[in-house]
């Protein structure tokens, strides 16, 4: 191994290309068990993966599947086949690409099974999918390599986990199975190299020449940025001054809402009727196609954008990549200015926007750490256990199995090499009998053991229903949204549930760049016309909102010490001098807390530095301590780095609001009755098996009513079964997430205790944006009964009946 | 406790925080669609296995409601059980406890389309039962005046202040009136559905689940 046949040698001569030096490491290293490449976008990585196969393939010797390549998108997978079908063609080299993904028809499914392709393209769903039917060892014989594309995206989200067991299973079956990953600049190669790897085997990490370092800097505008908000207007001629002076711009926003009002506002400054397109995971398939389309053609100057356009199809002609709004993360913001030029060795331009004067510190912040190469994020947790128990269910379609043969399997998984023979049968005892405390099924097990000892499922027809259920991306609860006319609509997107709840007839909002008009709700679909006649209200989307991260907070903190700032433009340099004049700036081993009037209100300010989710959190928890000792607080409002609470009473002492176990019992009692927890558990519950997200048409009845709420479930096992497998697993996701109680305890242990109370007369410079801040909290002392009667005594009254 | 009250022919009826409903002068007390047994039934025929818990909180809350009320006579209205054999799946423990319920008190199971049968679990088994001017069946029947039913768990949906707030509820009209489902692991038909508008007149209203009661007129759709 190691060098290429001369045929594909020629090809690349022909072509006047070199074959990279990081392409002939991974052919050098072909017959390592494990290579990890990390390489910029746009430095034939996806090549340098292929080229020991096609080296491999080239003699047309081998039979049957030989490859194996998984993408996290669908659209990647079939990119791929698209473009290896270039040089296969041209090479004219014996090999079969195919792609199979939930969009591959049934009959080409089939005839995969019986005469698999040379490669096949997939996604982590297809091939758990594929591994849950009895003749997957038939269709896998003989694969010799597995290629794992953009492998830190999917380390990220519970779909790698269910991806590396699935692999563990296939090692199984393909004992001598090689992996490669490609991935973007991470933080910690070292963590995606053991996640990838069979545990204990070792993962060399081969790295690509990085290129020339990119060309970034804030965008100067003529306009101050204002106090606070997320939305970047007041920079719009600034940015499509630098649209007009550019190719084509990638104009990333944090949140789809965001991006649509960016857009919404662009398009009015839009004198010249530059192209411009909308991308965001929230619009149809149709109209993100369209938009793809129109910018590999090369007809869009600008694309309004979110984390949908992170990953993915090359558009070689990006010249700039412009972040508005705080990045939040250091290495999402290498990862996104990596998208322009992706010509090798030609630097990448990008601009930072930040969206209100808060953001002009964490922009200069980001700016020093992509300059220090000093990435940030999440050490990856231990493999989450609902992952592990789909995959028992999966092992259990594809038939019998010994529970100590799974457990080997599994514990070969880098992320679940940790995980204990006694977590393990917790998991199958949940799949088996539901692992119920004080009730047990015994007739209806799941699974039940064979007088051999092996476990299979007690009804083989159970099958076809796990198969449709298989997977971990979780829907959200959303509806979607048509224009309403006699052929069914076009489709635009779709909304969340709750934020469509709220819309009556004739109101108006913003979707994949055009104000509708909500004219109704006809089967679960949002029926709209495009009668734009009143001013849009802002649909929600559902999509991660970012916490920035926990580097770049200490980051911000750091900048705080220092004398003066004359990195920064002057009006945040001086607003930050005001700060430390009246009061104090926020220190990385204290926590600053201000209490003064406002408005007849008294407001308390708390600088934890955790991130939105977190901070949101602390609002929750620390509101609920102040009701209990009577000091009758009002609301809250959260940003990444505070928290300002109002209410009617002074707070004296702050000390016993913060201590760290009463704090933690707070956070216990609070999680009960949670929404968000709730929502949570909903997930793992599903991803475990316990919730069917599809149901077979045949086992679907009329009346809805014969469908309860998964939060049913939830409320019943808080009350009789309080440490249940799938509670204690939610109780873990809370440390992280949406309730991410783990940066509260971050924040408790650095500051540990150590607090600065600075009580004054008046708000503080640093605590004056909060008071803009949109997303004000109610203290919920019984709000909802509240609004409940006051509804139910309006509606009484409209109706001219007495109560 | 609260004192919402509904008049019914003449019968004055207490709808309770719980979803049961309380005729004082009888001393009775109605409840309908408990779906005792449910998780089984789920478990026989789909494999999923969902916390068992379900009959042993119903039937808690029954006992809530009996200590509060001291009701002679129970009705249940149909739908007791979510099948006939899930009937049979109560363990030892939630058969006694039914049994002490039980003890002392006449009680009734209506059938419902669930569980069309007797049980074998005490109690006397009727389709319906007529008590004074009132009628007591599992669903209703169009145009029956005087009758009190189950079947359609209904439930209200209000938008308040950006809010959406769903709760099981009571509905009525001078002449019938349909009970919330009162078992623990139900869901509900929205109290705007067809079904339900085309039984009730149009000054229908709903009484909502919960401490206090909201009493509210229905919406037209």
Same mark, same amino acid.
């Given at each position: 191994m190691g060098a290429l046949p001369p045929n594909i040698t020629s090809w690349f001569d022909h072509r006047g290309w070199q074959v990279h030096p990081h392409q002939h490491a991974l052919l050098d290293r072909a017959e390592e068990p494990a290579v990890l490449l990390i390489a910029p976008t746009g430095g034939g990585k996806t090549l340098a993966g292929f080229l020991p196969t096609l080296a491999a393939l080239a003699d047309g010797a081998h039979t049957g599947l030989h490859t194996l390549y998984i993408s996290p998108l669908k659209a990647l997978a079939a990119d791929i086949r698209r473009n290896l079908g270039t040089p296969i063609a041209e090479i004219g080299l014996p090999i079969r690409v195919e792609d199979r993904t939930g969009d591959t028809s049934a009959t080409q499914k089939k005839r995969q099974r019986a005469d698999p392709p040379h490669i096949l393209l997939t996604t982590p769903e297809s091939l758990a999918l594929l591994l849950s039917y009895e003749d997957a060892p038939r269709m896998f014989a003989g694969l010799r390599r597995v290629i794992v594309d953009e492998i830190h995206a999917l380390a990220e989200s519970k779909r790698g986990d269910q991806?590396?067991?699935?692999?563990?299973?296939?090692?199984?079956?393909?004992?001598?199975?090689?992996?490669?990953?490609?991935?973007?600049?991470?933080?910690?190669?070292?963590?995606? %190299?053991?996640?990838?790897?069979?545990?204990?085997?070792?993962?060399?990490?081969?790295?690509?020449?990085?290129?020339?370092?990119?060309?970034?800097?804030?965008?100067?505008?003529?306009?101050?940025?204002?106090?606070?908000?997320?939305?970047?207007?007041?920079?719009?001629?600034?940015?499509?001054?630098?649209?007009?002076?550019?190719?084509?711009?990638?104009?990333?926003?944090?949140?789809?809402?965001?991006?649509?009002?960016?857009?919404?506002?662009?398009?009015? %400054?839009?004198?010249?009727?530059?192209?411009?397109?909308?991308?965001?995971?929230?619009?149809?398939?149709? !109209?993100?196609?369209?938009?793809?389309?129109?910018?590999?053609?090369?007809?869009?100057?600008?694309?309004?954008?979110?984390?949908?356009?992170?990953?993915?199809?090359?558009?070689?002609?990006?010249?700039?990549?412009? !972040?508005?709004?705080?990045?939040?993360?250091?290495?999402?913001?290498?990862?996104?200015?990596?998208?322009?030029?992706?010509?090798? $060795?030609?630097?990448?331009?990008?601009?930072?926007?930040? %969206? $209100?004067?808060?953001?002009?510190?964490?922009?200069?912040?980001?700016?020093?750490?992509?300059?220090?190469?000093?990435?940030?994020?999440?050490?990856?947790?231990?493999?989450?256990?609902?992952?592990?128990?789909?995959?028992?269910l999966i092992a259990a379609c594809a038939g019998p199995f010994g529970a100590d043969d799974l457990y080997a399997e599994v514990i070969r998984a880098g992320a679940y090499a940790r995980l204990t023979r006694a977590e393990f049968d917790a998991c199958l005892d949940f799949v088996a009998t539901g692992g119920y405390a004080l009730r047990a099924y015994d007739r209806w097990q799941r699974l039940k053991q064979r007088p051999d000892g092996l476990w299979e499922l007690r009804d083989p027809r159970a099958a076809t229903r796990i198969r449709m259920n298989l997977g971990t991306i979780q829907d959200t609860d959303t509806l979607k949204v048509r224009l309403k006319n006699r052929m069914g609509g076009k489709p635009l997107g779709?909304?969340? +549930?709750?934020?469509?709840?709220?819309?009556?007839?004739?109101?108006?909002?913003?979707?994949?760049?055009?104000?509708?008009?909500? +004219?109704?709700?006809?089967?679960?679909?949002?029926?709209?016309?495009?009668?734009?006649?009143?001013?849009?209200?802002? %649909?929600?989307?559902?999509?991660?909102?970012?916490?920035?991260? #926990?580097?770049?907070?200490?980051?911000?903190?750091?900048?705080? !010490?220092?004398?003066?700032?004359?990195?920064?433009?002057?009006?945040?340099?001086?607003?930050?001098?005001?700060?430390?004049?009246?009061?104090?700036?926020? +220190?990385?081993?204290? &926590?600053?807390?201000?209490?003064?009037?406002?408005?007849?209100? /008294?407001?308390?300010?708390?600088?934890?530095?955790?991130?939105? $989710?977190?901070?949101?959190?602390?609002?929750? &928890?620390?509101?609920?301590?102040?009701?209990?000792?009577? /000091?009758?607080?009002?609301?809250?409002?959260? #940003?990444?780095?505070?928290?300002?609470?109002?209410?009617?009473?002074?707070? +004296?002492?702050?000390?016993?609001?913060?201590?760290?176990?009463?704090?933690?019992?707070?956070?216990? #009692?609070? /999680?009960?009755?949670?929404?968000?927890?709730?929502? #949570?558990?909903?997930?793992?519950?599903?991803?475990?098996?316990?919730?069917?997200?599809?149901?077979?048409?045949?086992?679907?009845?009329?009346?809805?009513?014969?469908?309860?709420?998964?939060?049913?479930?939830?409320?019943?096992?808080?009350?009789?079964?309080?440490?249940?497998?799938?509670?204690?697993?939610?109780?873990?996701?809370?440390?992280?997430?949406l309730v991410d109680f783990g940066r509260i305890e971050e924040m408790l242990a650095r500051t540990e205790g150590r607090i600065d109370h600075v009580v004054l007369d008046r708000l503080t410079p640093l605590a004056a944006p909060l008071f803009l801040e949109p997303g004000r909290v109610p203290v919920q002392g019984g709000a909802t009964e509240r609004i409940l009667a006051e509804a139910a005594d309006r509606i009484i009254a409209e109706a001219g009946l007495a109560s | 406790m609260n004192t919402c009250e509904i008049t019914l022919r003449g019968v004055r009826l207490r709808p309770l925080a719980s979803g049961a409903l309380f005729w004082d002068e009888p001393e009775l007390l109605c409840l309908s669609d408990l779906h005792l047994g449910k998780s089984d039934r789920i478990a026989r025929r789909t494999g999923t296995l969902m916390p068992p818990y379900e009959t042993r909180d119903a039937l808690m809350r029954i006992e809530a409601d009996l200590a509060a009320t001291g009701a002679r006579t129970v009705i249940c209205l149909g739908d007791s059980f979510d099948d006939l054999a899930a009937a049979q799946s109560l363990d030892e423990d939630e058969r006694l406890w039914l049994a002490r319920l039980q003890a002392g008190r006449r009680w009734i199971w209506i059938e419902g389309n669930h569980d069309p049968g007797p049980v074998d679990l005490g109690g006397t088994h009727l389709a319906e039962l007529r008590q004074g001017p009132l009628t007591f069946r599992h669903i209703a029947e169009p145009g029956a005046r005087g009758e009190v039913s189950g079947h359609y768990h209904p439930k209200a949906r209000i938008v308040a202040r950006g809010r959406q707030i769903s709760r099981a509820c009571f509905l009525f009209d001078a002449e019938r009136l349909i009970l919330p489902a009162y078992g623990t692991y139900t869901g509900g038909l929205i109290w705007t559905a067809p079904e339900l508008r085309g039984l009730l007149g149009r000054e229908a209203r709903a009484a909502l689940v919960g401490e206090p009661l909201h009493v509210l007129p229905v919406p037209a759709a």
């Open positions: 991806l590396m067991l699935a692999l563990a299973r296939l090692q199984t079956f393909c004992p001598g199975l090689r992996r490669v990953g490609l991935s973007a600049t991470v933080e910690d190669p070292g963590a995606i %190299a053991r996640f990838l790897a069979l545990h204990p085997d070792p993962c060399e990490i081969v790295y690509a020449d990085p290129g020339p370092e990119p060309d970034i800097s804030m965008l100067e505008t003529g306009e101050r940025p204002p106090w606070s908000g997320g939305g970047g207007r007041y920079a719009i001629p600034a940015v499509l001054e630098a649209v007009k002076q550019h190719r084509t711009t990638l104009i990333f926003h944090n949140t789809r809402a965001q991006a649509e009002i960016f857009f919404h506002e662009l398009w009015l %400054a839009n004198d010249e009727s530059l192209p411009i397109g909308i991308h965001h995971g929230s619009l149809a398939r149709e !109209q993100r196609e369209r938009v793809e389309g129109a910018m590999a053609a090369g007809d869009l100057r600008a694309i309004v954008c979110t984390g949908s356009l992170d990953l993915g199809i090359d558009w070689g002609d990006v010249d700039l990549v412009i !972040q508005v709004g705080a990045p939040k993360n250091v290495k999402r913001l290498v990862q996104r200015i990596g998208r322009a030029n992706h010509r090798y $060795n030609a630097p990448s331009k990008a601009l930072l926007v930040p %969206a $209100n004067r808060f953001e002009v510190v964490e922009c200069v912040a980001a700016l020093e750490a992509v300059k220090a190469r000093d990435l940030d994020g999440e050490p990856r947790g231990r493999g989450p256990r609902d992952v592990l128990c789909q995959h028992i779709e909304v969340e +549930e709750a934020f469509a709840a709220t819309l009556t007839p004739g109101d108006t909002f913003l979707i994949g760049g055009q104000v509708v008009r909500y +004219e109704g709700l006809r089967e679960m679909t949002v029926e709209v016309t495009r009668r734009a006649d009143k001013p849009p209200k802002i %649909a929600t989307f559902m999509g991660t909102k970012f916490a920035t991260s #926990t580097q770049l907070s200490a980051r911000i903190l750091r900048m705080f !010490q220092q004398e003066s700032w004359p990195e920064l433009p002057g009006h945040t340099g001086e607003w930050l001098g005001l700060q430390r004049r009246f009061s104090k700036l926020p +220190e990385a081993d204290r &926590l600053l807390i201000e209490s003064f009037p406002h408005d007849g209100r /008294l407001h308390t300010c708390v600088y934890g530095f955790a991130g939105r $989710n977190a901070m949101q959190t602390l609002g929750l &928890l620390v509101t609920a301590r102040m009701d209990e000792m009577g /000091l009758a607080p009002m609301g809250f409002v959260s #940003t990444d780095y505070a928290v300002l609470i109002w209410g009617l009473e002074i707070l +004296e002492d702050p000390a016993p609001l913060f201590a760290a176990d009463d704090l933690r019992k707070t956070f216990e #009692t609070w /999680l009960a009755g949670n929404a968000v927890m709730k929502r #949570t558990f909903r997930a793992v519950a599903t991803i475990a098996g316990l919730l069917e997200r599809n149901i077979p048409t045949s086992a679907r009845k009329s009346g809805r009513q014969a469908t309860f709420s998964s939060d049913i479930l939830y409320d019943t096992l808080a009350k009789y079964d309080p440490d249940h497998l799938l509670m204690q697993i939610t109780r873990e996701e809370a440390l992280r997430g | -």
